[in-house]
């Protein structure tokens, strides 16, 4: 009787002892599946917001040089009387759209544009913002950066036209790069009266 019930005793403690380590065990693991999900979540932020950053960063670059380039078309139009045209066309001009660290042309690959290879590589070049409006809509809620989006895709559809123009030389391709400007020039104004990218920028700091 006695060794019976020292025998059950002893399977009742280590029974217990047995589930008390269970638990212990299940805790820890809870725990760290916890701290697994927030180091996720955190490495998640940092990655988007980094994403962000570097594309706002993009974006105002090639803001401010279509502003560059506006001030320069502008300027020589008020001294000399004509007409947008051919002032659309200088490559001195033109850098001001694509000497930058987001497209990165310079003047003399502006220069030789009429090659068959250079213009191949210019148009994929020039394609580099509309690429950037679609990263835009990874990173960003869409409802937020649509006159974004059509900025960039008109500034790449206006140098695209510049390019087609230079390379086949055609007379009516002239009127297709007026057109070309006039709405990128538009899409420009109306990211700047909106204020968009200052917007997108607090964004993301509140998000971070």
């Known amino acids: 009787m006695v060794t019976d019930f020292w025998n059950n005793f002893w399977m009742v403690i280590v029974g217990l002892l047995s589930l008390l380590t269970s638990i212990v065990a299940i805790y820890f693991a809870y725990r760290a599946n916890k701290q697994v999900e927030k180091q996720i979540e955190i490495n998640n932020k940092q990655f988007l917001f980094k994403n962000r950053f570097e594309i706002l960063k993009s974006c105002n670059t090639l803001i401010n040089s279509f502003a560059h380039y506006q001030i320069e ?21 033109l850098t001001k759209l694509t000497d930058n660290e987001v497209i990165g042309v310079k003047n003399d690959m502006l220069n030789s544009i009429e090659e068959k290879n250079t213009n191949k590589q210019l148009e994929k070049l020039f394609r580099i913002p509309k690429e950037l409006s679609k990263e ?29 123009y230079k390379k086949e030389t055609l007379l009516e391709g002239i009127d297709d790069v007026n057109i070309k400007f006039n709405k990128l020039y538009e899409s420009w104004e109306k990211v700047q009266e909106i204020a968009i990218l200052t917007s997108l920028e607090k964004e993301t700091k509140i998000f971070y």
Do not use: A, C, M, R
């Open 73 to 93: 078309i502008d300027k020589d139009k008020k001294e000399n009387e004509t007409k947008y045209g051919s002032l659309l066309l200088e490559n001195n001009k």
């Open 136 to 164: 835009l809509s990874f990173v960003f809620e869409n409802n937020k950066i649509g006159p974004l989006q059509i900025f960039l895709h008109d500034y790449s559809s206006f140098l695209i036209s510049i390019s087609f």
